[in-house]
């Protein structure tokens, strides 16, 4: 207004309706990750590694198997999670990990400018791209003699202590404990049994 600016900044504003020109054959890109796993246990530990080479499936995956090109037109984020869940008793050799993927709302864009040095001015562009978020999970265990006796002491420990726990309440609660309980006891008499015992 009266021929002053409110805002510096560069002119002309940026364009929200323009349009943006996409990749042809983005879809046959191809993505390659190697990654391992490292279990670590009180006496050793394992490791897990992906083979060198490409393996399609594994850790070789083709961008159009992923995503719709069409969903990636202003840019989109991808969440790939490895799973590396693993049953050391076949030996790390065996372990497969899982990947999958997911599109994660919103898109991915960033602003590159270029400022010329012979005149007063820049051409700035607006990038769409791919941007993933790559996570790791998984366990891994194997079978042990010590922690299943260990298992095994306290589920019988557990028990008895239950038995005593349920007697007790019943004993409180239950108005014809008494029964319960000449059902569940024998009661004898020492010296008459062995008054017949002599007898025999």
Not at 72 to 100: E, F
Not at 144 to 172: C, E, M, N, P, R
């Amino acid at each position: 207004t009266g021929g002053r600016c409110l805002i510096k900044g560069w002119c002309p504003m940026e364009n929200p309706n323009a349009t943006a020109s996409r990749l042809d054959g983005l879809e046959d890109v191809t993505l390659f990750f190697r990654s391992s796993a490292t279990y670590t246990f009180k006496d050793s530990v394992l490791e897990a590694t992906d083979p060198s080479n490409p393996i399609p499936g594994r850790n070789l995956f083709r961008l159009g198997d992923i995503v719709k090109t069409s969903e990636c037109s202003k840019g989109c984020m991808l969440q790939m999670t490895i799973d590396w869940t693993c049953n050391l008793n076949k030996g790390p050799d065996q372990c497969t990990p899982v990947s999958s993927f997911e599109l994660l709302p919103g898109g991915f864009n960033y602003r590159s400018s270029y400022y010329y040095t012979t005149i007063p001015g820049r051409e700035s562009r607006k990038l769409y791209g791919i941007r993933m978020l790559i996570t790791f999970t998984g366990r891994g265990g194997r079978f042990s003699l010590y922690k299943t006796g260990i298992t095994l002491g306290s589920s019988v420990a557990f028990f008895t202590v239950t038995t005593v726990i349920v007697d007790y309440f019943i004993f409180l609660v239950y108005r014809r404990s008494s029964l319960y309980l000449g059902k569940k006891y024998s009661h004898f008499d020492v010296e008459k049994t062995k008054e017949k015992q002599l007898v025999q």
